[in-house]
């Protein structure tokens, strides 16, 4: 009666705990592909986790009073059962892991090997103020791709976007359900953009570009900052990432070329606590093949 009771009082918890987890729904591709891991992995570590230290209770209670501990007896069909059982388990965390973390929306990595059938490298160059000549970018592979080069600095942000040579420096905004490309960089230390609610992180890195692919899947605005301590500013470099319907999008597009190739949205704080939008002069962007 007591083993049935523990066992139910096991299965309950891991109900529970079942329905605490539920994630809500994500709002980009990226984010989608990291909590449906991470709910897979709980939900295999969660009844794993209750066995154990079921069998510890069980084992403290029933020989608390034992005086006379004995060694435990060799029971080779117990070790194979364990040992495949291991197996089994971290194989399953293993692939589960590989297939997302192989994904480009999550790692996007360029090959320019010779006949390499992953993203080609891509060349990026910026105007001779910011950085010059600068590779490590990924270009897209789909035609209808919006690509963003999002230059960090000392402290706030520059959104450049190629097609349409304009410059933002407090909003990036990119159309829902579209492939984007963010070519982050940095002009001075390092630094990271991080959206979390998309599921983006990326270091900014002088000297090189580092690529996001991802697709958004709920239009709204999203908190952005910096996430690489990066002085007595760092705290103060915020942004938002906005994703709107494509038709908004091009709105949007059209409204910064008309006012000059130039957008701010309240700027970024500087280190002395003001607030500066950024207008150098960046020149186009265009990611293409090596």
């Avoid at 891991?14 to 709980?42: D, F, G, H, Y």
């Avoid at 600068?134 to 230059?151: C, K, R, Y």
């Avoid at 159309?175 to 959206?195: L, R």
Wanted: proline share 6%; glycine share 8%; with cysteine.
């Amino acid at each position: 009666m007591k083993r049935t009771r523990l066992g139910l009082f096991g299965l309950l918890v891991v109900a529970l705990l079942s329905v605490a987890v539920e994630p809500v729904a994500a709002q980009s591709i990226n984010e989608r592909m990291i909590t449906n891991l991470n709910q897979s992995l709980l939900y295999v570590a969660i009844p794993i986790t209750v066995l154990v230290e079921a069998i510890l209770i069980y084992t403290v209670v029933k020989y608390r009073n034992n005086d006379d501990p004995q060694p435990t007896r060799e029971n080779r069909r117990l070790e194979i059962t364990w040992t495949i059982t291991t197996a089994i388990i971290l194989l399953f965390v293993g692939l589960a892991s590989f297939v997302v973390l192989a994904n480009p929306y999550i790692s996007l990595v360029p090959d320019a090997a010779p006949g390499s059938q992953s993203q080609p490298q891509a060349q990026q160059q910026v105007g001779a103020d910011v950085l010059m000549n600068q590779s490590g970018a990924t270009a897209p592979l789909e035609e209808n791709a919006v690509e963003v080069e999002a230059i960090a600095y000392q402290w706030g942000w520059t959104f450049h976007y190629p097609e349409a040579d304009i410059n933002s420096s407090g909003v990036l905004a990119v159309p829902n359900g579209t492939d984007v490309y963010i070519h982050t960089t940095s002009t001075d230390v390092i630094h990271a953009i991080h959206v979390p609610e998309l599921g983006l992180k990326q270091d900014a890195i002088p000297g090189q570009y580092n690529t996001i692919k991802t697709k958004a899947t709920e239009p709204g605005t999203y908190q952005l900052y910096c996430a690489e301590y990066c002085g007595s500013g760092h705290s103060g470099m915020l942004a938002n990432m906005t994703v709107m319907p494509e038709g908004e999008y091009q709105a949007w597009l059209d409204e910064q070329t008309s006012s000059g190739g130039n957008a701010s949205a309240g700027g970024n704080a500087s280190a002395d606590g003001n607030t500066s939008s950024n207008t150098s002069a960046i020149g186009a962007v265009s990611a293409k093949p090596a």
